[in-house]
């Protein structure tokens, strides 16, 4: 199968949890039961989710009527953003879904008004480049040791899209 056969769908979610329940909360059909939080953690969710809710973009990735990613977008002001956590389930990989979820996830935010987008992925990441060149990200530059991965210093790429 190539990129040009492949169609996904993005599936609006709200965040949850990025460090445990995503996977689970995405694969899940229903809407989360708040019961299942406890109470403490319950305000300390619904605080979060606040925060979010009002920032930040996440799709889940639909191939085939099945989650197989999500894909985030964390607006700055109107009309610029960036996106961040693309994630693959990897028995998925390599079949154009990235691409496709990037193409409709741009094509949606076009729609409501941004114009200019960013990316910063590790500089070691070369699968992701080929999708945001794919997008039409180009490199603006370089940032060196801009985060840590393992406790050593990690390079990114700062990758830029506009409209034209």
């Not at 990129?3 to 949850?16: C, E, G, N, Y």
């Not at 445990?20 to 953690?41: C, H, I, M, V």
């Not at 606040?50 to 999500?70: L, P, Q």
């Amino acid at each position: 199968m190539t990129a040009a056969q492949v169609s996904v769908t993005l599936r609006p979610r709200f965040p949850l949890d990025m460090s445990g329940r995503l996977w689970e909360w995405l694969n899940n059909p229903r809407e989360p039961n708040f019961d299942d939080f406890g109470a403490e953690s319950l305000a300390e969710f619904m605080m979060e989710l606040g925060r979010r809710v009002t920032r930040e973009k996440t799709w889940a990735i639909m191939f085939d009527g099945e989650v197989v990613g999500y894909l985030a977008f964390a607006p700055s002001n109107p009309v610029f953003g960036q996106f961040h956590g693309l994630v693959i389930n990897p028995e998925f990989r390599r079949l154009g879904i990235g691409t496709e979820a990037f193409r409709e996830a741009l094509a949606l935010l076009l729609d409501q008004g941004f114009k200019s987008f960013m990316v910063m992925p590790f500089a070691d990441n070369t699968r992701i480049f080929r999708i945001l060149e794919n997008v039409g990200f180009r490199e603006a530059g370089r940032i060196l040791h801009a985060s840590e991965r393992d406790g050593e210093p990690v390079n990114v790429r700062l990758m830029t899209r506009g409209v034209d």
